[in-house]
T-cell receptor, first 117, second 110 residues
Framework: GAVVSQHPSWVICKSGTSVKIECRSL??????MFWYRQFPKQSLMLMAT?????????EQGVEKDKFLINHASLTLSTLTVTSAHPEDSSFYIC?????????????FGPGTRLTVL | AQRVTQPEKLLSVFKGAPVELKCNYS??????LFWYVQYSRQRLQLLLR??SRESIKGFTADLNKGETSFHLKKPFAQEEDSAMYYC????????????FGTGTQLKVEL
């Protein structure tokens, strides 16, 4: 149980285009989802916290107009990278929060590799 | 500000040898500490958390508030332990947000 999927698993796009990444909790409802970014050989950096039905909370330094997050249902959150540029190329990982053993454990998706040409 | 430091990028040990993956943290309040593991070609998954005080796959970790450390230990390394290990911190009342360390690649050699 507690499986999180991401789609697509990888995407290549041209500079200036927008890319949407989906994060789904397959067998549970998640009131909170998180979006992370990971550069090669570096750690996961939290970008934003997404709560169902409300605006996402962005971490300092993350442009909310560039990284649009929508959490329209309890099982789906989307991250749209608008007007992507090569520096946005990265590995994007989502997680969904689910109560387990007395606390809200985060279950991670497999990640999406974005390459902007 | 909260910070997690994992000083070793790579740790190589022989099978059967003890393992200690170091993690130090900086946080002004009472943190929750976690160890996550990522096996080759798999997603990140929780290994253990300090509050549960349990041993998972032979691994244990004790929170030392005096030294602000949460080192991960296993007495006898197994080949299947080879993976990337991340230490993470969640501040109380922080909405379960996680701050990750840079990770340590554990390689268990035969």
């Amino acid at each position: 149980g507690a499986v999180v999927s991401q789609h697509p698993s990888w995407v290549i796009c041209k500079s200036g285009t927008s890319v949407k990444i989906e994060c789904r909790s397959l067998d549970f409802q998640a009131t909170t989802m998180f979006w992370y970014r990971q550069f090669p050989k570096q750690s996961l950096m939290l970008m934003a916290t997404s709560n169902e039905g409300s605006k996402a909370t962005y971490e300092q330094g993350v442009e909310k107009d560039k990284f649009l997050i929508n959490h329209a249902s309890l099982t789906l959150s989307t991250l749209t990278v608008t007007s992507a540029h090569p520096e946005d190329s990265s590995f994007y990982i989502c997680s969904a929060s689910f109560p387990r053993a007395g606390y809200n454990e985060q279950f991670f998706g497999p990640g999406t590799r974005l390459t902007v040409l | 500000a909260q910070r997690v430091t994992q000083p070793e990028k790579l740790l190589s040990v022989f099978k059967g040898a003890p393992v200690e993956l170091k993690c130090n943290y900086s946080y002004s309040g009472s943190p929750e500490l976690f160890w996550y593991v990522q096996y080759s070609r798999q997603r990140l998954q929780l290994l253990l958390r300090h509050i549960s005080r349990e041993s998972i796959k032979g691994f244990t970790a004790d929170l030392n508030k005096g030294e602000t450390s949460f080192h991960l230990k296993k007495p006898f390394a197994q080949e299947e332990d080879s993976a990337m290990y991340y230490c993470a911190l969640s501040g109380r009342g922080g909405g379960n947000k996680l701050t990750f360390g840079t990770g340590t690649q554990l390689k268990v050699e035969l």
